[in-house]
């Protein structure tokens, strides 16, 4: 099988992020695969968005796949983060009673 490489930009390589990004960009590979296969939204919506061209984001959708190790530990990071966040956050929406 051969092994594809990617010109995404490793968490461990990255001064932007301790995610994988694009090159050149600030948009990490999870946002892209969140806004395609989460929110729905379709590629070339994500590529205009974020002035990318198309091949970038089906390139991080791609990488996302392929590394489902590194993905998923981005992935708890990133909620423990925002939970942190949350916690911290002494802004809340009103609950019902």
């Known amino acids: 099988m051969a092994t594809a490489e990617?010109?995404?930009v490793s968490g461990s390589?990255?001064?932007l992020h301790k995610e994988p990004h694009?090159?050149?960009s600030r948009v990490t590979v999870r946002e892209i695969?969140?806004?395609v296969e989460t929110r729905g939204c379709s590629p070339a919506t994500v590529a205009n968005r974020f002035s990318l061209d198309i091949?970038?984001?089906y390139e991080a959708l791609a990488y996302?796949?392929?590394n489902p190790e590194i993905m998923m530990r981005v992935e708890?990071?990133?909620?423990?983060?925002a939970a942190l966040a949350d916690k911290k956050s002494s802004l809340h929406?009103?609950?019902a009673e």
């Open 33 to 35: 695969h969140d806004r």
């Open 64 to 66: 996302y796949h392929a």
């Open 13 to 15: 390589e990255s001064e």
């Open 93 to 95: 929406p009103p609950t």
């Open 22 to 24: 694009l090159p050149d």
């Open 76 to 81: 708890r990071r990133h909620d423990k983060a």
């Open 55 to 57: 091949a970038s984001v």
């Open 6 to 8: 990617y010109r995404i």
